[in-house]
């Protein structure tokens, strides 16, 4: 009987139907194992991916917003009794010609007291304000007026003509402040020049006061006419601090134009 179960094909059918389904099951094992570690190549790649995008990305440039983000009207700066004393014969004044008044502006007074045959008393007075806005590529706006201010000091110091040239520090005038003064011949007769350049934040100011007597009048006195400059450029500064010129809250900046920059004041009216 057991020959005859050994030659029974029907066992052997079952034996290989059985081995079948064990096989099965590892096969499957298998091919999970493969499908998950592919799965997770490339949860990998996208993560790199990712990250290397993440990493080339760099954050857009700021610079700290200026201080001041207008200018005052210019020939509104000084008072009228400042304007009484500088300059008494001044009807009004002339404001000079700007593209863009919120960053650069300017005005001018002329005075000429007829003394009859003792001659006359020339005076002219000049204020201009030039405001920098901050910049991306060229940076901060007060380190622009800054770089400005030496640079119109300097001007002012080197002028063409000019002779026994002085200068000196202002005190309680903006940020900081530089007196200037100097004699300047011309035919008309010798002009005592005084210059005042002044930086408050992002905002350069400089006032220009020269007088000469003309036609046989003696030459004013150039410490006064320097104290009265003086005096001048402190109201002036005010204004731009003050009510008249417009502050901006602070903050960055991501983006600006530099105002143009100004021509060198002229020392004296021909």
């Known amino acids: 009987m057991q020959r005859r179960a050994q030659?029974?094909?029907?066992?052997?059918?079952?034996?290989?139907?059985?081995?079948?389904?064990?096989?099965?099951?590892?096969?499957?094992?298998?091919?999970?194992?493969?499908?998950d570690s592919g799965s997770d190549d490339g949860k990998?790649?996208?993560?790199?991916?990712?990250?290397?995008?993440?990493?080339?990305?760099s954050p857009s440039p700021t610079v700290r917003a200026a201080v001041y983000k207008d200018l005052p009207e210019a020939c509104d700066v000084?008072?009228?009794?400042?304007?009484?004393?500088?300059?008494?014969?001044?009807k009004s004044g002339k404001e000079s010609r700007s593209e863009d008044i919120s960053t650069r502006a300017g005005c001018s007074w002329d005075s000429l007291a007829n003394n009859g045959v003792?001659?006359?008393?020339?005076?002219?007075?000049?204020?201009?304000?030039?405001?920098?806005?901050?910049?991306?590529?060229r940076g901060a706006g007060d380190e622009l007026a800054k770089e400005y201010y030496d640079k119109q000091v300097g001007d002012v110091q080197a002028a063409e003509g000019a002779e026994d040239t002085k200068s000196?520090?202002?005190?309680?005038?903006?940020?900081?402040a530089t007196a200037v003064r100097y004699d300047l011949k011309k035919k008309e007769g010798t002009f005592k020049q005084q210059t005042v350049v002044a930086r408050?934040?992002?905002?350069?100011l400089t006032l220009d006061?020269?007088?000469?007597?003309?036609?046989?009048?003696k030459a004013p006195s150039a410490d006064d006419l320097m104290k009265d400059a003086?005096?001048?450029?402190?109201?002036?500064?005010?204004?731009?601090t003050g009510s008249g010129g417009g502050k901006s809250s602070g903050g960055d900046a991501e983006s600006g134009s530099p105002s143009k920059p100004a021509s060198s004041s002229a020392p004296a009216k021909d």
């Open 7 to 35: 030659r029974d094909p029907s066992v052997k059918r079952l034996h290989r139907v059985l081995a079948g389904v064990a096989v099965v099951p590892a096969m499957l094992i298998v091919a999970g194992c493969s499908s």
């Open 44 to 57: 990998d790649k996208a993560a790199d991916s990712s990250a290397s995008a993440s990493a080339s990305a």
């Open 78 to 90: 000084l008072s009228k009794k400042t304007l009484a004393d500088l300059v008494p014969k001044a």
């Open 118 to 137: 003792d001659g006359s008393q020339f005076r002219w007075l000049s204020v201009s304000m030039l405001r920098f806005e901050s910049d991306t590529t």
């Open 168 to 176: 000196e520090p202002v005190t309680d005038t903006g940020d900081e």
């Open 200 to 204: 408050v934040e992002n905002v350069v």
């Open 209 to 217: 006061y020269n007088g000469a007597g003309l036609a046989g009048d």
């Open 230 to 240: 003086k005096k001048a450029a402190k109201e002036a500064v005010k204004a731009v």
